[in-house]
């Protein structure tokens, strides 16, 4: 941690708000993303749930093709031939 000290500069002095500065605006931008992530997984689980497969884009897919095309799938995502 930066910390001002006696006899500092003003260039020193400056350096030392600025990054206090930086650090308070990446502190904000990293709580926004936990809230994002956070808003994400609840959507994720949620989509879990309808589908009873992970909230992932190719299984998604499939799912709502099956829909579509009234396919029936796997009762296992993974499974493999």
């Known amino acids: 941690m930066l910390t001002i000290q006696p006899g ?3 260039m020193r002095i400056n350096s030392v708000l ?3 500065e930086i650090m308070a605006e990446n502190i904000s931008i990293m709580t ?3 809230q994002l992530i956070r808003t994400k997984n ?3 689980a949620r989509i879990t749930q309808i589908m009873a ?3 992932l884009i190719g299984h998604t897919g499939e799912y709502i093709a099956s829909h579509i095309f ?3 799938l796997e009762p ?3 499974k493999k031939y």
Do not use: K, Y
Request: a negative charge.
């Open 8 to 10: 500092d500069t003003m």
């Open 18 to 20: 600025n990054h206090g």
């Open 32 to 34: 926004s993303l936990a």
């Open 42 to 44: 609840l959507l994720d």
């Open 53 to 55: 497969r992970p909230a």
């Open 70 to 72: 009234n396919i029936v």
């Open 76 to 78: 296992s995502a993974t």
